[in-house]
């Protein structure tokens, strides 16, 4: 899923390209994208693109009459500038403007990316989940955001209701860049631990976005992936942690994965991945140092 960098470079990009201009068209290649039916989406074409901006993962695409486009891409959604090249693969909806078309495409067969046409600032607000922006909160409004409930470190970070724009992949590299453990809960942090974590979530966030941004260049984002050269221990199990050397573990739960260093963030404690321990039983290694 696209999270905070990628979609700072996304929305620095369309503003570029269509901020100012008139939106000609929607043609809704797959109906099932649009989640909204008041007000029609008809009513978007012919207007203005008047602002830009992001509501925690979603792009919001603000239009003359006070109507906002709420695009959110969930896990397989991107979008595509195309100015002359032929309708992009797996295009599910295309907005023209009269310098180029936005398409807003899905891979995979999982239908989850949406498209929402709402009026007025009451309306927009209600689709907030209420996450605050690390980049603007000071260390106290962290500190009350972390400890609002006791959740996992991993499970609190990547919480929409508690800051924006974090998802699965940089929860990973703040927290390993912090030294600590995924699962430890929030309410056992110390000061100098909550400091060390909004120093690091703060500046993985900036530097990655710095990152893509140069990558991207002039041009519009083409590679948008949770998986990225350069990444600590985020999709890189069994391989070596940059910090220390060790094999980088994993816990799969569901969908998702969480990477992380043994020695660096869990005192060499390997954590228990639900499947394979229950699979290993007795043979499940307790520590790094077992599992060489």
């Known amino acids: 899923m696209p999270e905070l960098p990628d979609l700072t470079v996304y929305l620095e990009r369309l503003a570029e390209r269509i901020a100012g201009r008139r939106l000609a068209a929607i043609r809704l290649l797959e109906p099932f994208l649009l989640r909204s039916a008041v007000p029609p989406i008809a009513a978007a074409e012919g207007r203005r693109v008047v602002a830009l901006r992001r509501l925690g993962k979603r792009i919001v695409i603000s239009l003359e009459g006070d109507l906002h ?34 398409a807003f495409t899905e891979a995979g ?19 907030d989940p ?41 929860s990973d590299e703040i927290l390993h860049r912090a030294r600590l453990s995924p699962i430890a809960l929030t309410s056992q942090l110390d000061e100098a631990q909550t400091a060390r974590l909004y120093e690091a979530a703060r500046t993985t966030l900036s530097e990655w976005t ?3 941004r140069s990558e991207a260049g002039g041009g519009f984002p083409e590679k948008v992936t949770a998986f990225r050269e350069g990444m ?22 569901a969908e998702n ?26 043979s499940w290694p307790r520590s790094i140092d077992e599992s060489g």
């Open 232 to 253: 600590a221990v985020h999709g890189r199990y069994g391989k070596p942690c940059p910090a220390c050397g060790a094999p980088v573990q994993r816990i799969v739960y």
């Open 210 to 212: 710095e990152k893509l």
């Open 130 to 170: 209420g996450g605050l922006e690390i980049e603007a909160m000071t260390i106290k409004e962290f500190r009350q955001r972390l400890t609002r409930e006791n959740h996992t470190l991993k499970r609190a970070l990547t919480d929409p209701r508690l800051f924006a724009g974090i998802g699965n992949a940089y």
């Open 257 to 282: 994965e969480t990477n992380y260093c043994a020695r660096c963030q869990t005192g060499g404690r390997i954590l228990a991945d639900r499947a394979l321990s229950r699979l290993l039983k007795k």
């Open 69 to 102: 486009l709420v695009l959110h891409l969930m896990i397989a959604g991107r979008l595509r500038w195309v100015e002359k090249n032929p309708r992009p693969r797996n295009a599910r909806a295309l907005l023209d403007f009269e310098n180029g078309t936005l």
């Open 109 to 127: 067969t999982k239908r989850r990316a949406s498209l929402h046409l709402v009026q007025g600032d009451a309306a927009l607000a209600a689709m």
